[in-house]
């Protein structure tokens, strides 16, 4: 399991952050976004709040496949948007 800390301000962790919007937290849990999440790579921490996630890698790369492949994935009927953490949406 890992640690319910993500870095927001360490520079080299920045790009290694995953954000996670429009979830469910009503519904999902913890353990459901590592579950997501864990594939792309070690996971070093995830914190869940209301409506949002963010989930911290060891390394970008595993950040930027995570992001390619669930964002707009339909998770309790709710279609996420997951971006990097540290770069704005894009509309």
Known sequence: ????????????SMNSRVL???????????????AI??????TVGCSVHKGFAFVQYANERNARAAVAGEDGRMIA?????????????VN
């Open 1 to 12: 399991m890992a640690s319910n800390v993500t870095n927001k301000t360490h520079p080299h």
């Open 20 to 34: 996670t919007g429009n979830l469910n937290t009503l519904v999902v849990r913890k353990s459901d976004v590592e």
């Open 37 to 42: 999440f864990s594939k792309y790579g070690k």
């Open 77 to 89: 009927a709710q279609v996420l948007d997951i971006n990097l953490a540290a770069e704005p949406e």
